[in-house]
DNA sequence: CTTTTGACCTGACAGC
DNA sequence: TGCTGTCAGGTCAAAA
């Protein structure tokens, strides 16, 4: 499901309402996510205090004392704010209960998400270590992506879907903003040029701002904090667009196998 | 080191 | 009404 503009909807969704809330308890009904859900997160998390709630790459995490609650949706990952006492669907995996009678609620169907407690600084976790530049970190531009490029046979699609390299791109926004930059989504990553790659970041960041304005992109089952659907889908380029023609030239729209992600282009405007 | 492949898991939908 | 196959916002580990 969620990429960078559907986990910072989420994220500014629940800002309000559990930065500065006490944890009043946690109840986990299914620990079988990614990893195990630890067993012990009720006596680790009750009685701390949520001090902020940020977001790198297409992790949430959730500062507090001492540690940091880290949160990644998976493909059908969500969380929610409801009321305490709403009766738990089929998938909601964990809540978590704050102060003032509102539960924050993980729901996930695959569980190829995630929920874990880090201890100490969350940038030394393993999860976060390794990952790549943000987008919109003023570090993130065509002269960092050239770099990283050089030398790379993947195709540019695949290279802009590694977190490593940069965080928060997945399958929809690769599509996206391959086209936008006019880049074949085939083409090796380290034979593009520096220009090329300039253009690239910029659409990289102008396709993520659109879909944060439209709150997301929901395929089927993504919802912000409130529930409140995104509507990014109506107005992708090329994504989901099989045989339409390209809002650009008309040409038929063309569909992909790449690894076993479907990635969508215009024959005419990517070269 | 890079690249490729398979694995994890459930639900929706198409086709027979 | 099944059943089977394919696909879906991700990413990690192992093999080549």
Redesign the pocket.
């Known amino acids: ?3 960078l503009p ?1 986990v910072e909807t989420t994220r500014r969704g629940l800002l309000p309402h559990v930065v500065g809330r006490r944890v009043d308890g946690v109840v986990v009904r299914d620990a ?1 996510l ?1 990893w195990p859900v630890p067993a012990d997160l009720d006596r680790t998390l009750r009685g701390k205090r949520i001090t902020g709630l940020r977001r790198r ?2 992790y949430l995490v959730f500062d507090c004392p001492h540690g940091h609650l880290l949160v ?1 949706l ?3 990952g969500r969380l929610s704010l409801v009321p305490d006492g709403t009766p738990a669907r ?2 909601d995996h964990v809540d978590v209960q704050l102060e003032g009678h509102t539960t924050l609620r993980l729901t996930d ?4 998400g995630a929920c874990l407690w880090l201890e100490g600084d969350a940038e030394d976790h393993a ?1 976060l270590r390794h990952l790549g530049l943000e987008p919109f970190d003023p570090a993130f531009d065509g002269a960092a992506l050239h770099r990283l490029s050089r ?4 195709a540019i699609k ?1 290279f802009l879907m590694d ?1 490593r390299i940069v965080t928060g791109v ?3 926004y690769a599509s996206e903003a391959l086209f936008h930059a006019g880049i074949h989504p085939s083409r090796p990553a380290g034979r593009i040029s520096r220009a090329r790659y300039d253009r690239l970041a910029e659409a990289i960041r102008a396709t993520l701002e659109r879909a944060l304005a439209a709150g997301g ?6 919802a912000a904090a409130d529930g409140s659907l995104g509507h990014f889908q109506s107005q992708t380029a090329v994504y989901g667009r099989e045989g339409e023609p390209c809002r650009a030239c008309r040409a038929p729209i063309r569909l992909l196998r790449q ?4 990635t969508y282009y215009c024959p005419r405007c990517q070269r």
Request: charged share 30%.
């Open positions: 499901m969620p990429e559907e079988r990614r790459g297409k990644h998976g493909m059908s089929r998938h169907p695959r569980r190829f999860l030398g790379r046979s993947t695949h977190a997945g399958n929809i992109t929901t395929l089927r089952d993504f690894g076993q992600r479907s």
